[in-house]
Every structure is written in C-alpha cells, then in structure tokens.
C-alpha cells in the first residue's frame, strides 16, 4: 500500500508539471519557438495573482480569474512587439531574446517583491483530503490534476474543433501557404501566446497554492515543463500530460528511496525515456 500511495501521489503531481509545461507545448507546436522564459512567466503570474488577492481581499480563484486577461494581453503583447522580430529559420534568436526576458522578469520581480517567498492561502482546501480506496488524497493535489486534464482537453478541442485552431494548425504547417490563403501568421501567433499566458496563469495559481514561490524559481519550473513536453512527445498536449506523470511519479518513488533523489530521480526517468523512445512517448512535431 506504501508504494501504491507513492505512485497515487506522483500521478497528482504530475498533473503539476503538465500545467507548467501545456503552454510551452502549445507555443512550440504552432511556432516552434522555445521560450526560456516560460518558468520565469509562469512565477510573474503568480505573483500577479498574488497582488490581485492582497488588493481585493479575494480567493485566489478568483484573482486568478483576474490576471487571466491580463496575461493574456502580456502574452499578445510580447508576441506582437518582441518575438513576432525574432521568429525565423534561426532558432538562435529567439532563444537569445527570451533568455534576456527570463533576466528581466527575475530582476523585475526581485525590485518589485524582494527575495522573500510568497504563498497563496486557500484556506481550509489545503489541507482536506478525501479516501480514495486504499489511498487518502489531498483535494489540492486532486484538484490541480484534474485542472491540467481539463485544460489539456479545452486546448485539443480549441484546436481541432475551432476556426482559430485551423488558422493554428495551418499556420504550424506552412506560415507562408496559410498567408496567402488570407491568415495572418503574425496574429495568430500572437493569440497563440497569449493562451498560453492564460494556461501559465492556471499553473501558476496551483504553484501559489502548493508551495513556496520566489522570483527565482522560474528556471526551476521551466525545467519540469520542458522534461514533460519532450517526454511526451513535441507537439502533443496528451503526450505532455503523459510527460509531466511520468516525471511526477519518477520523483515520488525516488523520494520513498531517499528524499535527496527526488530531484534527480525525475531527470533519469527522462533520460531513460528518450533513450528508448528519442521522439518522445507520443509525438506530432514535423521533423
């Protein structure tokens, strides 16, 4: 039962990890671009959320629903006037540019919050926990899975089921052919952003909640998230939910070993993956 326990917990936070990494999946699959300050921006939305609560005297569900919009207007922004500059063949670029914002970001942080860290009080959720069978699970834990499904299931459909996510689909195919068929690759990279922003909001709303955060532990997360979309393959939102469990699970049973491998544990996991499977458990990406 010890070990069942383990892997019940590391499913749970899993569902963590594939909230950090859905947005990254989302902007790579549209516009291969890899945003290194993808953590820092999750982190940057929790301490949104944070002020938001703190100023209104609201739950952070609903200051999260508050910063929602307003990530998503950063996200259009930064696209539009700073990474729509940089996107091309040359990966290097963009990679140079959102490295810079990860500095920015921290430093930002850093002035405006100090090196303190913060948490977002839920209040008696946090420590509620419900049997399920042979397992006790905390409702938070329970609650974050269940937020990534739902999210990961909202973004396929908007993708597969929409206007919007045939303007992205094409896009991703062929930028230059879904022009002159009268789409504007720019906008929508830029609307493609700013979902992403609203998903990094979510993650960072159950970040806040579960744990400390600071206005370093962006790279942190970041890390996560990247392990989780290659894992489950580039392109794939279900592959990253599959990703972010594999990794989430790999940490529980490493820290029932030995508390000093949960880290380290879920880096081999991801190693081991990708020796077997080089693609990732179930890719879409185009080569």
């Known amino acids: 039962m010890i070990w069942l326990d383990t892997i019940v917990q590391?499913?749970?936070?899993?569902?963590?990890?594939?909230?950090?990494?859905?947005?990254?999946?989302?902007?790579?699959?549209?516009?291969?671009?890899?945003?290194?300050?993808?953590?820092?921006?999750?982190?940057?939305?929790?301490?949104?959320?944070?002020?938001?609560?703190?100023?209104?005297?609201?739950?952070?569900f609903l200051g999260a629903l508050l910063a929602m919009p307003?990530?998503?207007?950063?996200?259009?922004?930064?696209?539009?006037?700073?990474?729509?500059?940089?996107?091309?063949?040359?990966?290097?670029?963009?990679?140079?540019?959102?490295?810079?914002?990860?500095?920015?970001?921290?430093?930002?942080?850093?002035?405006?919050?100090?090196a303190d860290s913060q948490k977002l009080s839920a209040g008696p959720i946090e420590a509620a926990s419900l049997p399920l069978g042979p397992v006790t699970v905390g409702v938070m834990p329970l609650l974050t899975l269940i937020s990534a499904i739902l999210v990961i299931f909202a973004l396929n459909q908007l993708f597969y089921r929409t206007r919007l996510g045939r303007a992205f689909r094409a896009t991703s195919d062929d930028a230059v052919t879904a022009g002159l068929m009268g789409i504007r690759p720019r906008n929508v990279f830029a609307i493609a952003t700013g979902v992403a922003m609203v998903v990094a909001t979510i993650a960072a709303l159950y970040l806040g909640m579960r744990a400390n955060f600071d206005p370093t532990i962006g790279p942190a997360r970041l890390i996560y998230?990247?392990?989780?979309?290659?894992?489950?393959?580039?392109?794939?939102?279900?592959?990253?939910?599959?990703?972010?469990?594999?990794?989430?699970?790999?940490?529980?049973?490493?820290?029932?070993?030995?508390?000093?491998?949960?880290?380290?544990?879920?880096?081999?996991?991801?190693?081991?993956?990708?020796?077997?499977?080089?693609?990732?458990?179930?890719?879409?990406?185009?080569?």
């Open 70 to 114: 307003v990530m998503f207007g950063a996200g259009w922004l930064l696209q539009t006037y700073v990474l729509n500059r940089v996107l091309g063949d040359d990966i290097l670029p963009p990679l140079l540019v959102t490295f810079g914002l990860s500095v920015v970001i921290q430093n930002g942080l850093l002035e405006g919050f100090s």
């Open 10 to 60: 590391g499913i749970l936070l899993g569902g963590l990890y594939a909230l950090f990494a859905a947005g990254l999946s989302l902007v790579f699959g549209i516009m291969r671009l890899v945003n290194l300050a993808h953590g820092d921006l999750i982190v940057l939305a929790a301490f949104l959320i944070l002020t938001i609560v703190s100023a209104l005297g609201l739950n952070p």
């Open 225 to 287: 998230a990247f392990e989780a979309v290659i894992i489950g393959g580039l392109g794939s939102l279900w592959g990253t939910l599959a990703g972010g469990i594999v990794i989430g699970v790999a940490q529980a049973l490493g820290a029932a070993v030995n508390p000093e491998w949960q880290i380290l544990s879920g880096h081999i996991a991801f190693i081991l993956v990708l020796l077997v499977r080089p693609r990732g458990l179930f890719p879409r990406a185009n080569d």
